[in-house]
């Protein structure tokens, strides 16, 4: 992958001039590559990587395996759109194997989801059956392990 | 015999005359403080990567608490000859030409040790790794410094070492890409470097411990110049490619007549590297190809950073071309070395050390390692760039 995306992915703060030292090339170059990326819809958003567990009033990740019939126009794609359209869904993703669609929702409390899988995702036309998971606890996400505490045991100077 | 002076009546000479490494004394100035950034630390800020601290335990688990041979695992060995062969296209016998050693650190002894008797002179170039000079005078060699310049990249050139070479030179000492310069050898440099121990009849001992950490260019080692296996020992290990410095794992390969003379001194000495840091090596060897290319991918970004950010200062450094050292210019500031590391550290709470901890020609020079988190040396370099304004 392009290393400026890279980058960007590894600490979307990063300034133009950081990066323009790192990679070698003009902080212009740099402007008009991320310009470039965010106009022809490479880079979708600049987010923060969240350790839920740290809120007081934190968000409940609830996974939906998810079963549909394919539609003779557009097959999987205007249902999986049309889920993906709810604020409450964080991710849909279309899977191999067992199951079609993958839905990650984001609620307050158990019944919210549970309330949103009941009445509105499992009675939609072309769903034929659903698997709910609610998640327990996030280790790693997005490549970030979410515990921290681990330090740097290395002496202070050192040949 | 209680009084202090008596007692150090007592300790040999050699040993009483060398002083303790000037990095030891700027640690203990650093650790008295609170926040320091540090850019003196010689270790990658990786931690082992995580298929090889399993190994380690699972090998633990498993109950391999022995003594191994003395010339350590054969199976660790095959992986060594294996790894120099893909990287340098000379092969070494497992079973006699390769010894895994405690480190480099102690492969050198071995090596300085097992060549040296009182008198032979050792070429080295300097600024150096800490222990080269130490390690020579231990064995009541002679170490006869060339300085290295910064015209030249820090390169060694063939006019140095004629300059500095005698009827009693016995070996030659290298160390490329070097600790603290940041100095790799081009192919044409290291043939020519090959072509004056041949003709000068020198054994060479080539420290190549930073050759993964080449960046702009491939590495090429002495041993692969024809006529070079014969009259070379090749030192290397596993602390800085791998990020194992902790496990002590280094490994020499070399002629049989070489790697037995060695292994006496080990067998007698050390006896065998720790098996559970072998058992980790064995893993290092199979499955961490990726993990070096992530971890160099890494330091040549933060490589190219610290350069640019030390050029925009107007602080004079040549471009580092390995390892993990920047090796910045500082003369200007009129101080030496020793104060204006401590007056960095004084004022803005960064640690560099003084050039100086590597040999008098480190004078006006402070090495700083970019084996840092990239946030940290953001803000050092931020931190040096409002020091110097002040100057």
Same mark, same amino acid.
């Given at each position: 992958m392009n290393e400026l995306l890279n980058l960007l992915k590894q600490n979307a703060f990063e300034s133009p001039e950081n990066l323009a030292k790192i990679l070698g090339i003009t902080v212009d170059e740099v402007k008009k590559q991320i310009a470039a990326y965010e106009r022809d819809g490479v880079i979708?958003?600049?987010?923060?990587?969240?350790?839920?567990?740290?809120?007081? !009033?934190?968000?409940?990740? /609830?996974?939906? *395996?998810?079963?549909?019939?394919?539609?003779? *126009?557009?097959?999987? &794609?205007?249902?999986?759109?049309?889920? !993906?359209r709810f604020p409450e869904v964080? !991710?849909?993703?279309?899977? !191999?194997?067992?199951? &079609?669609?993958?839905?990650?929702?984001?609620?307050?409390?158990?019944?919210?989801?549970?309330?949103?899988?009941?009445? /509105?995702?499992a009675i939609m036309p072309g769903v034929i059956s659903t698997a709910t998971h609610f998640m327990m606890?996030?280790?790693?996400?997005?490549?970030?392990?979410?515990?921290?505490?681990?330090?740097? *045991?290395?002496l202070k100077v050192s040949p | 015999m209680n009084d202090s002076k008596s007692l150090l009546s007592k300790i040999a000479k050699t040993v009483r005359d060398i002083p303790r490494s000037g990095i030891r004394d700027f640690f203990e100035i650093v650790s008295s403080r609170e926040d320091v950034i540090s850019l003196g630390i010689g270790e990658p800020d990786f931690v082992t990567p995580w298929h090889i601290r399993e190994a380690a335990a699972r090998a633990l688990e498993r109950g391999a608490t022995s003594y191994t041979s003395n010339l350590?695992?054969?199976?660790?060995? @095959?992986?060594?000859?294996?790894?120099?062969? #893909?990287?340098?296209?000379?092969?070494?016998?497992?079973? #006699?030409?390769?010894?895994?050693?405690?480190?480099? %650190?102690?492969?050198? +002894?071995?090596?300085?040790?097992?060549?040296?008797?009182?008198?032979?002179?050792?070429?080295? =170039?300097?600024?150096?790794?800490?222990?080269? #000079?130490?390690l020579i005078q231990f064995a009541h060699g002679v170490p006869v410094a060339i300085q290295t310049k910064k015209e030249n990249g820090f390169r060694l050139t063939r006019a140095e070492l004629e300059e500095h070479v005698s009827p009693k030179s016995k070996v030659l000492l290298l160390n490329y890409p070097n600790n603290p310069t940041g100095a790799a050898l081009s192919k044409k440099d290291v043939e020519e470097i090959a072509a004056f121990a041949i003709?000068?009849?020198?054994?060479?001992?080539?420290?190549?411990?930073?050759?993964?950490?080449?960046? +702009? @260019?491939? =590495?090429?080692?002495?041993?692969?110049?024809?006529?070079?296996?014969?009259?070379?020992?090749y030192l290397h290990g596993f602390s800085k490619a791998w990020a194992m410095t902790g496990f002590r794992m280094g490994f020499t390969c070399a002629p049989p007549e070489l790697t037995e003379a060695m292994m006496k001194i080990h067998q007698y000495t050390m006896l065998c590297a720790p098996i559970l840091s072998q058992e980790a090596s064995i893993e290092a060897l199979k499955h961490a190809e990726k993990d070096i290319v992530y971890m160099k991918a890494e330091y040549k970004k933060r490589r190219n950073y610290i350069h640019a950010s030390f050029e925009e200062m107007g602080i004079p450094c040549i471009r580092p071309d390995g390892a993990f050292y920047a090796f910045a210019d500082i003369s200007k500031y009129g101080?030496? %070395?020793?104060?204006?590391?401590?007056k960095l550290l004084d004022e803005q709470n960064v640690a560099c050390v003084p050039g100086t901890a590597f040999g008098a020609c480190g004078e006006g020079f402070i090495r700083c390692s970019y084996a840092t988190a990239f946030d940290d040396i953001k803000e050092a370099m931020v931190r040096i760039a409002r020091f110097i304004e002040k100057l």
């Open positions: 979708r958003a600049y987010q923060a990587v969240v350790n839920e567990e740290k809120l007081d !009033s934190s968000l409940f990740t /609830t996974v939906i *395996e998810v079963k549909i019939t394919p539609e003779s *126009e557009g097959g999987f &794609d205007r249902i999986a759109d049309r889920i !993906s964080e !991710s849909v993703f279309l899977m !191999s194997g067992g199951f &079609d669609l993958l839905v990650f929702i984001k609620g307050r409390t158990m019944q919210e989801a549970f309330r949103f899988v009941s009445e /509105t995702l606890k996030a280790y790693k996400q997005n490549g970030i392990i979410m515990h921290t505490g681990e330090g740097d *045991e290395r | 350590g695992l054969l199976s660790l060995r @095959r992986g060594i000859s294996k790894y120099v062969e #893909n990287k340098t296209g000379i092969g070494y016998r497992p079973e #006699n030409e390769v010894l895994v050693t405690v480190g480099v %650190s102690e492969g050198l +002894d071995l090596a300085i040790r097992a060549l040296i008797e009182p008198g032979d002179e050792v070429l080295y =170039h300097e600024p150096s790794y800490v222990s080269y #000079n130490p003709e000068h009849d020198l054994i060479v001992l080539t420290d190549e411990i930073y050759d993964e950490l080449t960046y +702009d @260019r491939e =590495h090429y080692s002495i041993i692969s110049v024809p006529g070079m296996r014969e009259r070379t020992i101080m030496t %070395s020793q104060e204006f590391a401590l």
